[in-house]
């Protein structure tokens, strides 16, 4: 009994001087070797313990094995997964593109290669995904027109830089955007494309409306807008965005329709030229035989007075003639260095001789002296006609009609070649009825009036925009009914010595 406690007790010393020295595997083998050995010589000495140590040697070999197993583990099985595991957490952290090595040939092995092959496919993947990001976004933020991001909601997410600039000045958008709803911007709330907007984000339905015309207020001209709405979906059902893109045509409309007019004018210049040349010969037969008769009547016979009327009316439609003559240019201008203060004050003093002496004629000259190079006489025929226009729009009997002179400074040309250029504006304003914008649109053209039968021609505006086209000048006018009509004549500067003032 001694001999088999003292077994026990020197077991338990082995294992607590194995403890002792670090608790490793290898040093529990070494240890449960030496005792072993040790307890062999014993075993021949002490035949009852042969036993215990058998048992004993059972399990150092055990321990022994399992030490190997361990070891085989942690190399082929801990260290792998564990790396793999640090290397899913970089992962997961957005770390990409790194690879983990390969220190086993079988399953962890493949794992571990397929693990550094989803790590350089994501890494690819999100490579070719920032590109297509930065080439949505150039082209997002460099289209020519203003384009707006929003979601399905309508909410405005994002608008590029073309937008930007336009809101600066442009009173159709939005300055503070973030947050607003598409349906917000004075653009769509006045041209009321509401339903094309609810369409467009709640049905996926693409629109283009094209020469949209929306005025702001009464005091604005109405802008043209060619707008466009895209959705955009994540899923072929389901809508994610949508882009609303805006151009802006006022500028290319109204050279447009300025285009047109002018190629009306010429055909029509073209066509009453011939038509004023043929029928100024008839007159002259007319005016020449019924002059002829007269002479060779008496006096107090009763044909003198029909000839009378006769010649009274072939003179006025000489003068009708002369009109359409003037019209259609057929006869050389007379340029000349004309100062415009002079003439327009001359014009007006006329003026307020020869009309309605309740209509109040009023002259708003510029301080400096002005000069451009046009026919006089023309001019003077030009602003004739449109003072006689404003006071037969001025139909309550009193009213003003405004003579004004100014200059005005215009940068023209291609953007890091421009150059300014000074211009003189000659203004004729009435305050009476206004017109229609129908009616505005036919002001110029010949023998276009709504004038009663008998009281105008429709040859005086017509006339009035030949003459200003043949001297180098422009015209333009704003009206609306029950407003103002503003006529402005815009010729270029010169200096005294007939130079063009830049």
Not at 138 to 150: G, T
Not at 367 to 379: N, R
Not at 401 to 411: D, F, M, S, V
Request: charged content about 20%.
């Amino acid at each position: 009994m001694p001999n088999r406690i003292l077994k026990r007790q020197s077991i338990s010393t082995t294992i607590a001087i194995i403890t002792f020295l670090g608790g490793t595997l290898f040093a529990f083998i070494i240890a449960g070797t030496a005792y072993k050995i040790n307890r062999l010589g014993d075993i021949a000495v002490e035949s009852k313990t042969l036993f215990w140590s058998y048992l004993e040697l059972s399990l150092i070999l055990t321990a022994f094995a399992m030490a190997i197993l361990y070891w085989i583990l942690r190399k082929v099985v801990t260290r792998p997964l564990r790396q793999l595991i640090q290397a899913s957490e970089r992962l997961g952290g957005g770390e990409l593109g790194f690879q983990v090595p390969e220190t086993s040939s079988y399953e962890i092995g493949r794992l571990t290669g397929a693990f550094n092959q989803m790590s350089v496919s994501l890494a690819s993947q999100q490579s070719a995904l920032k590109t297509s990001e930065e080439r949505y976004l150039q082209i997002f933020h460099f289209f020519p027109l203003p384009l707006i991001l929003m979601d399905n909601r309508g909410q405005m997410i994002n608008v590029n830089s073309v937008y930007f600039s336009q809101a600066k000045k442009n009173p159709y958008y939005l300055k503070e955007w973030e947050g607003k709803s598409v349906l917000d911007l004075p653009l769509i709330q006045k041209g009321k494309i509401q339903p094309e907007i609810h369409q467009l984000l709640e049905q996926g339905g693409s629109f283009k409306l094209s020469k949209i015309s929306i005025a702001l207020n009464e005091t604005l001209s109405p802008g043209i807008f060619n707008i466009s709405g895209i959705p955009l979906f994540d899923t072929p059902a389901r809508l994610n965005a949508a882009i609303l893109a805006i151009e802006d045509i006022t500028l290319q409309q109204n050279l447009e329709n300025q285009i047109i007019q002018s190629q009306k004018m010429e055909s029509l210049e073209i066509l009453s030229g011939g038509i004023a040349h043929d029928f100024n010969n008839i007159l002259t037969g007319i005016l020449g035989y019924s002059q002829l008769l007269r002479e060779q009547l008496p006096p107090d016979d009763f044909n003198q007075k029909a000839l009378k009327a006769i010649e009274k009316s072939s003179l006025r439609a000489r003068d009708l003639i002369q009109q359409m003559i003037g019209f259609a240019r057929w006869h050389p201008l007379a340029k000349s260095r004309v100062e415009v203060n002079s003439l327009v004050a001359g014009i007006a003093a006329l003026v307020q001789k020869t009309l309605d002496r309740e209509i109040q004629i009023q002259a708003v000259l510029v301080k400096e002296p002005c000069f451009i190079l046009v026919d006089a006489d023309q001019l003077h025929q030009a602003l004739l006609n449109l003072c006689i226009n404003a006071r037969d729009a001025i139909q309550t009997g009193a009213g003003k009609i405004l003579l004004k002179t100014g200059r005005k400074t215009i940068e023209e040309g291609l953007s890091g070649e421009s150059e300014e250029k000074e211009f003189v504006d000659i203004i004729v304003q009435d305050n009476g009825i206004g017109m229609e914008p129908d009616v505005l649109a036919h002001i110029f053209e010949p023998f276009y009036t709504t004038k009663e039968v008998g009281k105008g021609s429709g040859l005086g505006l017509s006339v009035t925009y030949g003459i200003v086209k043949a001297n180098g000048g422009e015209i333009t006018v704003l009206s609306e009914p029950g407003k103002e009509t503003t006529f402005t004549l815009r010729f270029p500067l010169i200096d005294q010595a007939g130079t063009p003032s830049v």
